[in-house]
């Protein structure tokens, strides 16, 4: 299911919408409390997440990290924190998965690859949400 | 691999080099949006950094809201989706 030749979006695609049916076919009826659509919130967004990290496997080190964290959750062996503050390097540590273990060159390189997967990913949300909306009856 | 990182630190071969550093941050300069990215302005590498952590903030805020609106619209969706994955895939 790796293959890497197979476009990242159509792989994106295809894992989130598996990930969005178990949803689906795991939500009690409505009406639901707060805490509920909260709780399907944070589903849906693990969901974006791990659609990501699994469809780029382990060949990456930011999806390695998200894996990392989706199967120990608990926190990353915190590794000596990148010490490169050269051109505030280090901030990129804050916001790619797993940075603060990366030295700069691949943590420059992951932080290109993390954005490309973020920006398809975004793009598969919308369009979701855009056919859904669009279609006479909503059908998911 | 730890001991290529803690050679780093000193002036180690495996040490980038500030020109490499500018390299590639020029690189990600390219995948901000156009709005923020005028290509002609050679940006410092210490903006484009900055502005790249904006930018993917920006993104997992865009995740999160999506997600937010994806999960209400699994609420009122019936279980169809066959149509849905084959436009999506198809594509």
Sequence with gaps: ?140 | MSSRRSRSRHAGSSRITDDQINDLVSKLQQLLPEMHNRRSDKKSATKVLQETCNYIRSLHREVDDLSERLSELLENADTTQADLIRSLIMQ
């Design chain 1, 1 to 140: 299911m790796k293959n890497p030749n197979y476009p990242l979006k159509k792989r994106l695609a295809s894992r989130f919408l598996k990930a969005l049916e178990k949803i689906k076919y795991n939500m009690s009826p409505s009406p639901v409390s707060i805490e509920e659509k909260r709780r399907r919130h944070r589903a849906v967004r693990g969901a974006a997440y791990a659609s990501m990290a699994s469809s780029v496997g382990p060949r990456r080190a930011w999806s390695r990290a998200l894996l990392r964290k989706m199967r120990e959750r608990k926190r990353a062996r915190r590794n000596p924190r990148n010490a490169d503050t050269r051109f505030g390097l280090n901030q990129l540590c804050d916001v790619v998965p797993g940075g603060e273990a990366m030295d700069s060159r691949s943590l420059l390189n992951e932080t290109a690859h993390y954005i490309e997967c973020l920006v398809a990913q975004v793009q598969i949300m919308r369009e979701i949400l855009h056919s859904s909306s669009s279609s006479s009856s909503t059908t998911l």
